[in-house]
Every structure is written in C-alpha cells, then in structure tokens.
C-alpha cells in the first residue's frame, strides 16, 4: 500500500485560510474513508474530517464545522481539507489518513502519512 503524502501545511494569521492535500494512490477510488487527524503536544489524535469515497460522504468535528470542507478529486488521487476562518486553537500536526472502514462512522484506519504543520498566530 502507498502511504498518503500531506502538502499544504504552513503559517496564517487568524481569519486566514489554508488548503491541504493528501495523495493516496489506490485509496480515493475505492469504497472506503479517508481522513484528517490532528494533534497538539498533550492532547489524543483529534479526528478533524472524514469523507465516504464510495459516495463523497462527510464528516466533521464539532470543533471545525461550518470553517473546514474536507473533498475528493479522483482524478489525482487526491483529498483535500480547505480550512477558512483559522483560528489559533486550530495550530496542530494534521496527518491524512486512508483505507477507513465504515462501521457506523468512519474508522480502522490502515494508512497514516507523517503529517505537515499547520501554525495560526498573530
């Protein structure tokens, strides 16, 4: 299996925006979930969004609904997480995540990339 390789990550300022991308070959036409996770030193992995391949499903935390958009292009093997209205809380380490299973919401997964930084400060 091809591990997921995340791009996209870097430093805004709050109100900003950021989009990050995810490759996964063999991953984003298939039937299954894909991912975003983050995590601060101290904290669990907090599961960010989530998204069906099979059907284009989403999900998303409490935490960032309404500001993040998780989406799938096919053709370039590809999922992307559109962040807006970044706020500080949302600085972390986000890893994409692939080859989820559907067992009442999206979870199993079997394949991390190593993560990209996402910093939000003035």
């Known amino acids: 299996q091809v591990q997921p390789v995340e791009s996209g990550g870097g430093s805004v300022q709050p109100g900003g925006s950021l989009r990050l991308s995810c490759a996964a070959s063999?991953?984003?036409?298939?039937?299954?979930?894909m991912g975003w996770f983050r995590q601060v030193p101290g904290k669990e992995r907090e599961g960010v969004a989530h998204i069906w391949t099979g059907g284009g499903r989403t999900y998303y935390a409490a935490s960032v609904k309404g500001r993040f958009t998780i989406s799938q292009d096919n053709a370039k093997n590809t999922v992307y997480l559109q962040m807006n209205s970044l706020k500080p809380e949302d600085t972390a380490m986000y890893y994409c995540?692939?080859?989820?299973?559907?067992?009442?919401?999206?979870?199993?997964?079997?394949?991390w990339g190593q993560g990209t930084q996402v910093t939000v400060s003035s």
């Open positions: 063999g991953y984003t036409g298939s039937s299954n979930c």
């Open positions: 995540a692939a080859g989820g299973v559907w067992i009442g919401a999206c979870q199993r997964y079997n394949t």
